[in-house]
């Protein structure tokens, strides 16, 4: 039987209408996301306890590993969790660029 992130991984790639990549990390395309998908660089991950640093990992990840055509997202869920309660994160900097406004400097540089 497989491991329960490889099936969330394929559970994920269903919703989205994707396929899951498996152990072949390599694409002449650039993406190498847990997800093969057109417009999205998906990166699941399947934790016991997931807490800021383990989401914003799964999303620098993420980035990492998109081809410059897609967005890059994370899918975290804490096992034993509903799949639909699964969050799905991108850094805000990420999301300004591909969806808003870009910040003032003052406020991209604001730490708190």
Request: charged letters at 30%; one cysteine or more.
């Amino acid at each position: 039987m497989d491991k329960a992130w490889k099936q969330f991984e394929r559970r994920i790639a269903k919703f989205l209408d994707g396929r899951r990549r498996g152990p072949d990390t390599s694409d002449e395309a650039g993406g190498k996301t847990d997800i093969i998908h057109p417009a999205w660089g998906v990166e699941c991950k399947l934790l016991a306890r997931s807490g800021h640093s383990h989401i914003l990992e799964a999303v620098r990840q993420a980035e990492r590993n998109s081809a410059p055509e897609q967005t890059p997202i994370a899918i975290v869920k804490r096992k034993r969790d509903l799949d639909m309660d699964s969050i799905v994160a991108m850094r805000l900097g990420t999301w300004l660029q591909w969806y808003g406004p870009s910040p003032s400097p003052a406020a991209a540089e604001h730490p708190a």
